[in-house]
């Protein structure tokens, strides 16, 4: 079991830039993905981008694709996620999750989450 914790969301402008940081109990299995998602109020849980832990390669959603970085904390277990260019639409809870999924952009199998962290894009 790894626990997750988010940081970092706040209040931005629209083109304005945030980084989020996803700390994570302890290093995960090189087998698993760490996924960045994100739910508005009333619509689905989706998915942003992910990386995998064997050869850290990563993934975008199309709405995000060029904005949005993830990254690697190379001192702690962890991610994070740039983003830039923010638009009214980002706004949302944004979470990470962390599991041995088949599929690193998609929102089955992941099975550990952490608690969210509000991300709201007004001027």
């Known amino acids: 079991q790894v626990q997750l914790v988010e940081s970092g969301g706040g209040l931005v402008q629209p083109g304005g830039s945030l980084r989020l940081s996803c700390a994570i109990s302890k290093r995960t299995p090189v087998h698993w993905r760490i996924g960045w998602f994100r739910q508005a109020p009333g619509k689905k849980r989706e998915v942003v981008s992910c990386?995998?832990?064997?050869?850290?390669?990563?993934y975008y959603s199309n709405s995000v694709e060029g904005r949005f970085t993830i990254s690697r904390d190379r001192t702690e277990p962890g991610v994070y996620l740039q983003m830039t260019d923010l638009k009214p639409e980002d706004s949302a809870v944004y979470f990470c999750?962390?599991?041995?999924?088949?599929?690193?952009?998609?929102?089955?199998?992941?099975?550990?989450w952490g608690q969210g962290t509000q991300v709201t894009v007004s001027s």
């Open positions: 999750a962390a599991d041995s999924v088949a599929i690193c952009l998609s929102t089955v199998g992941y099975f550990n």
């Open positions: 990386i995998r832990n064997d050869d850290d390669t990563t």
